[in-house]
């Protein structure tokens, strides 16, 4: 399993191919639905330095605030990634971000831009949200908090040992695609028999 | 290879020691009038929440011992694993989608429905309330989330089923059902010309062994599958449900549903979607079947995709006054 830091080059993405396993560690910028939206379509600057180089994840965690006032990661397993498909590649493009964690895979826009701005699309394991909650390491930040409610702010975090794997690459692989194909192939043989 | 072993999850007396249920809590099934079912039914949803039901989690270990040491399927397996531990140890979500809540009481006669349907929903609050459950119950149209996981028109959420048996003790089971899994069921009509499947067994196999193909992993497999053959469109669903609650690894009560399930089971950790669809043998946990009766003219089959996550619990109060969590 390779040992993935951000800021992450372009260098170190190109050299990655779907079906590997990384452990990543460094800054996560959390973003689901209205955030998305919200990056398309008002391009904050404030988050440039934020998402230069580093990692999105689609989660809506379950969080903790303490009484001296910091946050912590109870439950934050990935959500299904699909719905940010009509914003994505955007995103990728204007903050330069390296990978994308979720669930489910993307498709084809997306798929296109990570092989344009050089990012790898990251499946996180689906409900090992008690787990992945334990790598992060620290909520260093939230942004739009209040507006966006709990669920939909941009956490910005650092994790540890984050398992994941690279099902999208920037060379346009898909295993996704390719365990779709393979897998309906040989439906196809054993519904062929009786 | 090196064989993974059962998780180390904490001991039943810590379990216990962490109960909302007051120790010398009896049920008083003599006065089923002035029964209060909210305290039992706060401390069922704790521990389903956090903690994964046996035979879930031995066939979890089963499975990532057939999978190729340091393959994508077994470190993926073993993340799962990982997390099962964490959850129960800390008693946190297993998974932050705490899924649609789900309940089926069984009890005797003399029991108020409309009374213990308030006492379950006002556990549900309370759970809500203390972030066991996320809430998960939006307006439809609006996306309103009125924070506690209530439905307050039709009251459909939480769904609770009853049915008045003749036993005297009181059975309630709940299932915690995450919305990705829920996405991927499928309802299908025989015969269906597209997949060549004719009104018998082998006509259900071609529905299953399509549904499963279709739900890649995007149920966060793999998963445990609940089918039921017949019914109405409503009742063959909701069978398809109920079907999920029974043990995985006990063997059906119909012989040849039983040999049934063993073979498609077989078959579908042949299709090599694997645990999340990274690939590999892992597909399916368990296919659990129930045969209905139908309408002369329709032949549904229903099939339900539970995740690996699969939360479910009994609570049984004995006529005695013993509370036991199953």
Redesign the interface.
């Known amino acids: 399993m390779k040992r993935i830091s951000t800021p992450i080059s372009e260098d170190v993405i190109r050299g990655l191919k779907v079906g590997d396993e990384i452990l990543l560690n460094g800054r996560v910028v959390l973003s689901r639905d209205i955030g998305h939206k919200f990056m398309v379509e008002k391009k904050p600057d404030w988050l440039k330095p934020l998402l230069h180089e580093a990692v999105i994840y689609h989660c809506g965690p379950v969080v903790a605030h303490h009484e001296d006032g910091h946050w912590s990661f109870v439950s934050a397993g990935p959500t299904t990634s699909i719905r940010e498909e009509p914003y994505q590649a955007d995103v990728l493009e204007t903050y330069t971000v390296r990978g994308v964690i979720g669930k489910g895979g993307m498709g084809r826009k997306t798929s296109d831009a990570l092989g344009k701005v050089g990012a790898c699309y990251l499946h996180a394991t689906g409900g090992a949200g008690a787990l992945l909650a334990e790598r992060v390491k620290r909520v260093v930040d939230v942004k739009m908090l209040e507006e966006f409610g709990s669920p939909e702010a941009f956490w910005i975090i650092e994790v540890e040992d984050f398992p994941l794997v690279v099902t999208m690459d920037s060379h346009g692989g898909s295993l996704h695609e390719d365990v779709a194909q393979s897998s309906l192939a040989r439906a196809k043989e054993l519904m062929a028999s009786k | 290879m090196t064989a993974c072993s059962m998780p180390n999850l904490t001991s039943l007396g810590t379990v216990e020691s962490r109960s909302v249920l007051p120790k010398d809590w009896k049920a008083d099934l003599s006065d089923l009038a002035g029964l209060d079912l909210t305290q039992p039914v706060l401390e069922l949803i704790r521990r389903t929440t956090s903690r994964l039901p046996q035979d879930v989690i031995e066939a979890v270990v089963a499975n990532r011992n057939l999978e190729a040491e340091g393959s994508?399927a077994a470190?993926?397996l073993d993340?799962?694993l990982?997390?099962i531990t964490?959850?129960d140890d800390?008693v946190?979500?297993?998974?932050?989608?705490t899924g649609t809540i789900i309940f089926w009481v069984r009890h005797p006669f003399g029991l108020s429905q409309r009374r213990a349907k308030e006492q379950i929903r006002k556990a549900v609050a309370e759970a809500t309330a203390k972030?066991w459950l996320?809430p998960n119950c939006v307006e439809s149209l609006s996306g309103r989330n009125p924070g506690n996981n209530m439905d307050p028109f039709l009251e459909g959420h939480p769904v609770i089923h009853f049915e008045e048996r003749e036993e005297p003790g009181i059975e309630i089971s709940i299932m915690l059902k995450?919305g990705?899994c829920e996405n991927v069921g499928a309802q299908y009509r025989l015969p269906e010309a597209s997949?060549?499947a004719g009104r018998d067994l082998?006509g259900v196999r071609?529905c299953i062994?399509?549904a499963v193909?279709k739900a890649?992993?995007?149920g966060?497999s793999p998963g445990i599958l609940g089918v039921a053959i017949g019914g109405d469109r409503v009742t063959g669903y909701e069978r398809s449900k109920e079907v999920i609650l029974r043990k995985l690894g006990t063997p059906n009560p119909d012989p040849k549903l039983d040999a049934f399930e063993r073979r498609l089971t077989e078959?579908i950790n042949?299709?090599?979607?694997?645990?999340?669809?990274?690939?590999g043998r892992t597909t399916v946990l368990g296919v659990l079947v129930s045969e209905m009766f139908r309408h002369p003219a329709s032949f549904f089959v229903s099939v339900s995709y539970m995740?690996?996550?699969s939360r479910r619990m009994d609570l049984v109060l004995e006529p005695s006054g013993s509370v036991a969590y199953r």
Request: aromatic residues 4%.
């Open positions: 994508r470190n993926t993340t799962m990982e997390n964490l959850a800390h946190s979500p297993l998974c932050q989608d972030s996320r995450g990705g997949l060549g082998g071609k062994l399509d193909t890649q992993g995007q966060c078959e042949t299709l090599g979607i694997g645990p999340m669809g990274y690939g995740c690996w996550s």
